[in-house]
């Protein structure tokens, strides 16, 4: 899937994909590694860490209304 990597800063950066998908990853120094955010038109819909020694399951953000 073709995307637009957009650089925030030498840490940061979104992943552009079409349609209003995006993602936003931010990382640290270390073994801590990185987390992604995944938003589609706008919603955040889940988060997932991302480490050089693992990777998570996604994450779904739920919604709660009152």
Not at 23 to 51: C, D, M, N, W
Request: net charge positive; proline share 2%; glycine share 8%.
């Amino acid at each position: 899937m073709k995307f637009k990597k957009i650089e925030i800063d030498k840490n940061s950066y979104i992943k552009y994909f079409e349609n209003g998908i995006f993602e936003i990853h931010t990382s640290v120094s270390g073994p801590l590694g990185a987390e992604v955010y995944f938003f589609e038109r706008g919603l955040l819909k889940g988060r997932q860490r991302r480490s050089y020694s693992f990777v998570t399951q996604i994450y779904k953000v739920r919604y709660v209304t009152d």
